[in-house]
Nanobody
């Protein structure tokens, strides 16, 4: 089992920035990919950004150039720096990790972009 603890969500004005962090513990010694998904009200959960253990990244088109994913393999943490936020970024953001063939999800952290 892997436990994920997220932090860093909150309320921010359009154009502002937030940084999300996620720490993995438990049977996390064989983590493959780490990343973030989000789910807005009434919408399906969607990929935001992922990073493999080797550093390969994948971003949703809607966040390219604004969001940056990073991870610390030694500490089993993954972060998401979100800049130039807009109201369409409002959602619950979920940390996710893949260990072997199993995907684990965090509890989610709310990000609200509003003036």
């Amino acid at each position: 089992q892997v436990q994920l603890v997220e932090s860093g969500g909150g309320l921010v004005q359009p154009g502002g920035s937030l940084r999300l962090s996620c720490a993995a513990s438990g049977s996390s010694s064989s983590i493959n990919a780490m990343g973030w998904y989000r789910q807005a009200p009434g919408k399906q959960r969607e990929l935001v950004a992922t990073m493999t253990g080797g550093g390969r990244t994948n971003y949703a088109d809607s966040v390219k150039g604004r969001f940056t994913i990073s991870r610390d393999n030694a500490k089993n943490t993954v972060s998401l720096q979100m800049n130039r936020l807009n109201v369409e970024d409002t959602a619950v953001y979920y940390c996710t990790v893949i260990v072997a063939v199993t995907t684990y999800w965090g509890q989610g952290t709310q990000v609200t972009v509003s003036s």
